[in-house]
């Protein structure tokens, strides 16, 4: 089964910028649509972010216009550039396969101070 490991996140300043980085075991960015999910604390699970295998995008209201979702197939990378943060934006952030996630990693917390 494929891992996933989410990395970069941290505590920062409301208006701040953060990268989150997603590496996969395998070669599946070309084979799955990718997402990012968030768990804020209290709330459920939500996509923010998706990529499709041919590199089309899809945003979450909440992040839209704020955040970017990219990934490099060679790498087996996904990536997340996060600008305008808000306190808002505070959770715990994974990656997985869209629509259908497999076994979720830990996460990477991001912590946005107001």
């Known amino acids: 089964q494929v891992q996933l490991v989410a990395s970069g996140g941290g505590l920062v300043q409301a208006g701040a910028s953060l990268i989150l980085t997603c590496a996969a075991s395998?070669?599946?960015?070309?084979?799955?649509?990718m997402g990012w999910y968030r768990r804020a604390p209290g709330k459920q699970r939500e996509l923010i972010a998706s990529?499709?295998?041919?590199?089309?995008?899809n945003y979450a209201d909440s992040v839209k216009g704020r955040f970017t979702i990219s990934k490099d197939n060679t790498k087996n990378t996904l990536y997340l550039q996060m600008n305008s943060l808000k306190p808002e934006d505070t959770a715990v952030y994974y990656c997985?396969?869209?629509?259908?996630?497999?076994?979720w990693g830990q996460g990477t917390q991001v912590t946005v101070s107001s």
């Open positions: 997985n396969s869209v629509p259908y996630p497999s076994a």
């Open positions: 395998g070669s599946i960015f070309s084979i799955y649509r």
């Open positions: 990529i499709a295998t041919g590199g089309s995008t």
